[in-house]
């Protein structure tokens, strides 16, 4: 089991940045990625950035060269770094922990989500 909790969303004008965490506990040794998704209103869960258990990095062409994921030494705390922020980026920003389980297969487990609001 992997429990898993995001924060950091809030109001922020167009231009501007915010920092969204996602702290993960419990058996995170057998975390295999760490996803961002968002959802906007009316829209479905998409993905926008993906940090593999070796360091590699994926991002949705949409935020490329804007949004920079990264976890921290232990692995426990995931970061999107979010900048030149538009009204496009409006929705809430989902953490999702990939978990290998004691059977070798992948299991997901979601955070409850962080609401982002860019507008001026």
């Known amino acids: 089991q992997v429990q898993v909790v995001e924060s950091g969303g809030g109001l922020v004008q167009p231009g501007g940045s915010l920092l969204l965490s996602c702290v993960t506990s419990?058996?995170?040794?057998?975390?295999?990625?760490i996803n961002w998704y968002r959802q906007a209103p009316g829209s479905q869960r998409v993905l926008v950035a993906h940090?593999?258990?070796?360091?590699?990095?994926n991002y949705a062409d949409s935020v490329k060269g804007r949004f920079t994921i990264s976890r921290d030494n232990d692995k426990s705390v995931t970061y999107l770094k979010m900048s030149s922020l538009t009204p496009n980026d409006t929705a809430v920003y989902y953490c999702n922990a990939v978990v290998r389980n004691i059977w070798g297969r992948l299991e997901d487990y979601w955070g409850q989500g962080t609401h982002v609001t860019v507008s001026s």
């Open positions: 940090v593999a258990g070796d360091g590699k990095t």
């Open positions: 419990g058996n995170i040794d057998n975390i295999y990625a």
